[in-house]
């Protein structure tokens, strides 16, 4: 099969890959483009073959332009050329990526709202450990003044109090 002459067929009919083409969801309307362009390729294996190698045509591109895609501060490395990006230049329109879903601003409004509780949080810890000193020094004082006085423990056992 002439891969140039499929990508050729492909481009004259957008239903095969423009989403946005009325036509696209309809499966029986594409099949039938399919078998059309099977029979003016006068392909063997039919139309399953020929959607199967389209199929595998595209992926390869997009997997070409991911890889020449880079993030911020990377280098690119080398990525050759693929011997069919010159004539598949028209689904480049259709084949932006999708938006995603994420939670990362949804995270960062939670760890604001973290922020704000811890803040709380430590000066609840700053109050409580005020009180703590504040109570020790108090039993400290009262030790300090049981000891000067001549205290004498209550006696608890019969002995003990004979003792005494």
Same mark, same amino acid.
């Given at each position: 099969m002439d891969v140039e002459k499929l990508i050729e067929e492909v481009r004259r009919y957008p239903v095969l890959y423009d989403l946005s083409n009325n036509k696209y969801k309809n499966n029986e309307y594409r099949e039938r483009v399919w078998k059309k362009i099977?029979?003016?390729?006068?392909?063997? #294996? #039919?139309?399953?073959?020929?959607?199967?190698?389209?199929?595998? %045509?595209?992926?390869?591109? &997009? &997997? %070409?332009?991911?890889?020449?895609?880079?993030?911020? +501060? !990377?280098?690119? +490395?080398?990525?050759?050329?693929?011997?069919?990006?010159?004539?598949?230049?028209?689904? /480049?329109?259709? !084949?932006?990526?999708? @938006?995603? /879903?994420?939670?990362?601003?949804? /995270?960062?409004? @939670?760890?604001?709202? #973290?922020?704000?509780?811890?803040?709380?949080?430590t000066q609840e810890s700053d109050t409580l450990l005020a009180e703590n000193d504040e109570l020790e020094k108090t039993i400290e004082n009262a030790e300090r003044n049981a000891s000067n006085d001549s205290f004498i423990p209550e006696a608890h056992t019969q002995k003990e109090k004979d003792f005494c």
């Open positions: 099977a029979e003016d390729l006068q392909v063997e #294996g #039919g139309p399953i073959t020929c959607k199967t190698k389209w199929i595998h %045509i595209r992926d390869q591109f &997009r &997997r %070409i332009l991911k890889k020449r895609k880079t993030t911020t +501060g !990377m280098a690119a +490395g080398p990525v050759r050329k693929y011997k069919y990006e010159d004539i598949l230049q028209f689904i /480049l329109p259709q !084949m932006s990526e999708r @938006e995603t /879903l994420s939670n990362v601003s949804q /995270l960062q409004d @939670e760890d604001a709202e #973290g922020d704000e509780d811890d803040i709380e949080e």
